[in-house]
């Protein structure tokens, strides 16, 4: 089947008036931006929704804002958009590297982080990331405005903390001074969905410890952090061994399945090898500073 079921359209004029549409069809509405998520789920009849409710005019969440303490990124904020921050690349170079895998250009100019992280992909690249960086998001629905950590946000695969009536409206990443951050990922081919990926954020101290690390899998049944393997990091210097026994743990703690994308051992090894890449290269990127 490659047809979608048949449903409605409605074209949100403003934040107020897509949460209005929201409320009023029901919990069989849908909103669409990008759609490269939603749309190809109706074809194949996966999604059945009655209502469609376009949001790309809302212009109101297509932003990025540096404050002294966070970044602040709209929901409608494209891949492209991302991609080409210098600022976001600066200050988190493992969005800069995710968004590179993402698709192809013709997917990065019409998808939204918000649509990425909505659609709540066991293999999508940036909640892997926002859960790395500590993210936050900002939902608002009849009821006002209410924030959430990734953990909240984030209830399994293709499910979110997202009522029917509400809209995701923005993405804030705290600014840890010092950071560095990474990500790799192995796809069968250029754009897919990854086998396996990995990314971390590190901060250090001046005598050259870790002060703080965070460690992120996509697509190898990880919820949340390595946390095991991020709590070895602690206090330590970043020396080979150190990242060795990190990578070990979060490769430990991750539960992938066989499938057409390759064998449960394989993907774990992925999982190791891709930590220890992203480790290594977060410590080399982070700068040392008073606690």
């Not at 759609?35 to 809302?58: Q, V």
């Not at 600022?87 to 100019?109: Q, S």
């Amino acid at each position: 089947m490659q047809i979608p079921a048949p449903f409605d359209y409605a074209r949100a004029a403003d934040v107020a008036d897509a949460i209005a549409l929201l409320d009023r069809y029901g919990p069989e509405s849908r909103l669409v931006a990008g759609g490269h998520s939603l749309l190809p789920m109706m074809k194949l009849r996966l999604a059945r929704p009655e209502w469609l409710i376009d949001i790309n005019d809302l212009f109101e969440l297509d932003f990025i804002v540096r404050e002294p303490d966070r970044l602040r990124v709209g929901a409608l904020t494209r891949h492209t958009t991302l991609l080409e921050s210098s600022e976001t690349g600066r200050l988190f170079p493992i969005i800069a590297e995710a968004e590179r895998f993402i698709a192809d250009p013709v997917v990065r100019n019409r998808g939204t982080i918000g649509g990425s992280l909505c659609q709540a992909d066991p293999a999508e690249d940036l909640s892997t990331v926002c859960t790395v960086l500590r993210a936050e998001v900002l939902l608002r629905g009849p009821g006002g405005e209410r924030r959430l950590s990734m953990d909240e946000f984030h209830r399994g695969a293709y499910e979110t903390a997202v009522a029917p009536n509400e809209v995701l409206c923005e993405v804030s990443f705290p600014i840890v001074p010092g950071q560095g951050s990474s990500y790799e990922k192995v796809e069968r081919r250029v754009g897919d969905w990854a086998i396996t990926a990995a990314g971390a954020a590190v901060a250090l101290l001046p005598d050259g410890t870790i002060s703080a690390a965070s460690i992120g899998l996509t697509a190898v049944g990880l919820d949340g952090t390595a946390t095991a393997a991020e709590e070895v990091l602690l206090g330590e210097t970043p020396t080979p061994a150190v990242i060795d026994e990190a990578a070990r743990l979060a490769a430990a703690a991750c539960n992938p399945v066989a499938d057409t994308r390759g064998p449960i051992d394989y993907k774990r090894h992925l999982a190791e090898e891709l930590t220890r890449r992203v480790l290594t290269r977060s410590c080399d990127r982070a700068v040392p500073q008073e606690r």
